[in-house]
């Protein structure tokens, strides 16, 4: 434990094609996750790791469940892994490791690292050029079908009242079919545009508020120039599909193809 | 109806300000990981996903209503 407790372990960030000093010039002066260690590259044959030392203590498994419980803690953390990422991605073709992967040390970093080589190599070489959108879907709460129907009046007999029900019921079936179908195709065009593509889960009400379903959370890889064409697709269906919100999030390092994807 | 997008800078950018926390955990905790590590590996049974997902939702939205209920009176 205290042996543990005194070593400094290797957090990797990212596994990056070599580029001389240029990753190593995009990361200087950055903080990192855990200053005041440097994040620095380390080389290892056709890969380039991005990492930094950070002190065991704060990695143990208690202490990190109560830093990722926290959420200024959480948010920090993942804001500092993120800002590693995306400096490393404008440097060289970058493969986005998870949050909190750890090595004891930078021997064991290589040894995991090259048991992986091939399929990280595949994964740079699917990435190269490329970019990560995410594409979300939500489906609006519904108005009540006829609003005008004054209740009371509607309501007056039991019969009314069992129908109006199974009215309302069907009146949300209907939307949820409706947004789940136009969910569908945009995620068909989407995938016309994209190399590879991933589902991700979706949020509950906790995260979207009441007012909005979450339908389709996905995110594609794509060629860089792709970005005006996407826009336009994602507006000209957003003119289409009036059930349901759009959301485009990007361009994101390709977090969610960290193995190369497989094609959509 | 809406589209709408924080991304508007170039890809070269060094990342948009701002980017929603949610999405970002969305990515920074990816399952279908290449690479496990020494440690993470140990408490990857509780996933760090749901941990930090419960800090997340603890404090960014108390509301909770379920999903496709009408707010329209009877």
């Given amino acids: 434990m205290t042996m543990i407790q005194d070593t400094a372990l290797t957090y990797v960030f990212a596994v990056c094609r070599p580029s001389g000093e240029r990753t190593a010039a995009a990361l200087g002066g950055l903080a990192g996750v855990g200053?005041?260690?440097?994040?620095?590259?380390?080389?290892?044959?056709?890969?380039?790791a991005v990492v930094q030392d950070v002190p065991a203590a704060d990695y143990a498994e208690e202490a990190l469940r109560q830093r990722l419980s926290d959420r200024a803690e959480l948010e920090r953390c993942a804001r500092a892994h993120h800002e590693v990422i995306t400096a490393a991605m404008a440097a060289a073709p970058t493969v986005p490791l998870p949050l909190a992967t750890l090595y004891r040390?930078?021997?064991?970093?290589?040894?995991?690292?090259?048991?992986?080589?091939?399929?990280?190599?595949?994964?740079?070489?699917?990435?190269?050029?490329?970019?990560?959108?995410?594409?979300?879907?939500?489906?609006?709460?519904?108005?009540?079908?006829?609003?005008?129907?004054?209740?009371?009046?509607?309501?007056?007999?039991?019969?009314?009242?069992?129908?109006?029900?199974?009215?309302?019921?069907?009146?949300?079936?209907?939307?949820?079919?409706?947004?789940?179908?136009?969910?569908?195709?945009?995620?068909?065009?989407?995938?016309?545009?994209?190399?590879?593509?991933?589902?991700?889960?979706?949020?509950?009400?906790e995260v979207t508020g009441p007012r909005r379903t979450h339908v389709l959370n996905a995110?594609?890889?794509?060629?860089?120039?792709?970005?005006?064409?996407?826009?336009a697709a994602l507006a000209s269906l957003g003119r289409d599909e009036e059930a349901v919100e759009i959301e485009l999030?990007?361009?994101?390092?390709?977090?969610?193809?960290?193995?190369?994807?497989?094609?959509? | 109806m809406t589209v709408a997008a924080w991304g508007s800078a170039?890809?070269?950018?060094?990342?948009?300000?701002?980017?929603?926390?949610?999405?970002?955990?969305?990515?920074?905790?990816?399952?279908?990981v290449v690479v496990s590590g020494d440690l993470v590996i140990a408490i990857a049974e509780v996933p760090l996903v749901r941990l930090s997902l419960h800090a997340l939702l603890s404090s960014v939205n108390e509301r909770v209503a379920a999903p496709w209920t009408d707010s329209g009176p009877l």
């Fill in chain 1, 219 to 231: 995110a594609y890889l794509m060629d860089r120039g792709r970005e005006r064409q996407l826009r």
């Fill in chain 1, 105 to 205: 040390g930078d021997e064991r970093t290589r040894e995991a690292l090259r048991a992986r080589e091939d399929s990280l190599l595949t994964a740079l070489d699917r990435i190269t050029g490329r970019v990560e959108w995410g594409v979300k879907v939500y489906a609006l709460a519904g108005q009540p079908a006829t609003p005008a129907s004054a209740p009371g009046a509607a309501a007056a007999t039991g019969r009314a009242y069992l129908e109006q029900i199974r009215s309302r019921r069907r009146g949300r079936e209907e939307r949820q079919g409706a947004a789940l179908r136009a969910a569908e195709r945009v995620d068909t065009v989407v995938r016309g545009l994209a190399v590879a593509a991933r589902r991700l889960r979706l949020h509950g009400a």
């Fill in chain 1, 249 to 264: 999030s990007g361009p994101w390092a390709p977090y969610s193809f960290a193995d190369g994807g497989t094609p959509p």
């Fill in chain 2, 10 to 32: 170039p890809a070269e950018a060094h990342g948009p300000i701002g980017v929603p926390l949610v999405d970002l955990l969305d990515r920074v905790l990816a399952t279908g």
């Fill in chain 1, 35 to 48: 200053p005041p260690a440097p994040v620095r590259t380390l080389a290892m044959g056709p890969l380039t």
